[in-house]
């Protein structure tokens, strides 16, 4: 069974900075695409950012040059380090196994608020 746990939320100023980090179990990691999705309150759940297995990126527009997703397949952990924090990130950020939909973690909670 994938297991998918998020971490590294929080609350933080506009202009902040955060790293979330993702452990995955119940699978072999180093042959999945992985990615981070948000979703705000009463907003759908959308893709911010993936990685593939060989490391392969795509961002969305509105994180580009803002966010970094990376992996280290010894740890069985994506990450998403996310600058230039503004008010309109704040959501719950899950991370995805590409190949597997409606597998999600908890999430984590990210507020970005003065």
């Known amino acids: 069974q994938v297991r998918l746990v998020e971490s590294g939320g929080g609350l933080v100023q506009p202009g902040g900075s955060l790293e979330l980090s993702c452990v995955v179990s119940g699978t072999d990691f180093s042959t999945q695409a992985m990615g981070w999705y948000r979703q705000a309150p009463g907003k759908r759940r959308e893709l911010v950012a993936r990685?593939?297995?060989?490391?392969?990126?795509y961002y969305q527009d509105f994180v580009k040059g803002r966010f970094t997703i990376s992996r280290d397949n010894a740890k069985n952990t994506v990450y998403l380090r996310m600058n230039s924090l503004k008010p309109e990130d704040t959501a719950i950020y899950y991370c995805?196994?590409?190949?597997?939909?409606?597998?999600w973690g908890q999430g984590t909670q990210v507020t970005v608020s003065s």
């Open positions: 995805s196994v590409m190949n597997l939909s409606g597998v």
């Open positions: 990685i593939s297995i060989l490391r392969s990126i």
